[in-house]
């Protein structure tokens, strides 16, 4: 739940960004009205933006931020939205928090397997560099869990309670 | 020729293009690809780029089982090259006409199986009773 009555759904960390599992289970679970996709790549890409809002239902709003713009419009989206974040990468999430950004807990959705990272769940693989990240991340008072699907058993990662 | 690629979630495109050549017979440059749980979209890209390379064909058409889901994500990127299109809502229908108009242009393939995979979609219930309804009328 989000902070001082906002509505702030979900935050995710998803390298697949906006997919199936986000549009048809947590958009449908969370009653999500709108996708705040943090991603600098993608967000100065005007043809992966094309094709992501392409493949959004029309009853949910999505917008494309770095973590500055991402910053300065928060507060206003998740007054009038039931709002869900999502991040491709820790790096971003954590420049987002050391910039002023709240976050009461991030679901670890989706790191694919690249070359030297090590398994912690079916679709989540992380390397020794954004493990440090995620566990700078956990030592801030903010909530990490791994689960796929709303329907799956939510797995606490880190020191997080 | 325009090269075919399936692409699905789990092992639906590879099964899938088993049942077309069912009723077709052993079909050349149609290539599936399975997306597992774990696997990149860069590195479902490298997959579909090789492919690509491989087939030595001038136009691609690439289906995806859903719009929205990473096999669409990876595939639409490559839209950037004209020669390559990417259609949604992957099944049985779609894929067996488009082996039927492997020599058309790839905007005209495209068009005609999309068509098919509309069509392919029937209530039986319903139709049967717009049938006999109009029947009794007459």
């Known amino acids: 739940m989000g902070r001082n009555g906002s509505v702030l759904k979900i935050v995710r960390l998803d390298d697949r960004l906006v997919h199936g599992q986000i549009i048809n289970n947590w958009c449908t679970s969370e009653n999500i009205t709108e996708i705040l996709v943090i991603n600098k790549e993608v967000a100065s890409n005007d043809m992966r933006k094309t094709f992501i809002q392409m493949s959004v239902p029309e009853s949910i709003t999505i917008l494309f931020c770095d973590v500055l713009g991402a910053l300065e419009i928060i507060d206003e989206e998740s007054e009038f939205e039931n709002l869900m974040i999502v991040f491709g990468n820790p790096f ?11 976050l009461d807990s991030i679901n670890i959705g989706g790191m694919s397997f690249k070359k030297g990272t090590k398994k912690l769940s079916t679709a989540v693989y992380v390397n020794d560099e954004e493990l440090g990240i995620l566990s700078k991340i956990s030592t801030k008072n903010i909530k990490l869990e791994i689960r796929l699907l709303p329907t799956d058993k939510s797995k606490k990662f880190l020191n997080s309670n | ?18 049942s077309a050549q069912m009723v077709y017979g052993k079909q050349e440059k149609v290539e599936a690809l399975c997306l597992e749980a774990g696997v990149s979209m860069d590195s479902l890209r ?27 994500n990876a595939s639409s990127i490559e839209m950037e090259n004209s020669n390559i299109n990417v259609i949604t809502g992957l099944n049985m229908p779609m894929l067996l006409e488009a082996l039927l108009f492997r020599d058309e242009t790839l905007e005209n393939i495209s068009s005609i199986a999309t068509q098919a995979g509309r069509s392919g979609i029937v209530n039986v219930k319903e139709k049967l009773d717009n049938i ?7």
């Open chain 1, 92 to 102: 971003e999430i954590l420049e987002f928090i050391e910039n002023g950004g709240k």
């Open chain 2, 1 to 18: 020729m325009v090269g075919i690629i399936v692409i699905s979630h789990g092992p639906f495109s590879k099964a899938l293009i088993e």
């Open chain 2, 46 to 72: 490298n997959k579909i780029n090789k492919i690509i390379t491989e087939f030595k064909v001038n136009e691609v058409l690439i289906m995806v089982d859903l719009l929205g889901g990473t096999p669409y």
């Open chain 2, 132 to 138: 006999t309804g109009l029947k009794n009328i007459n």
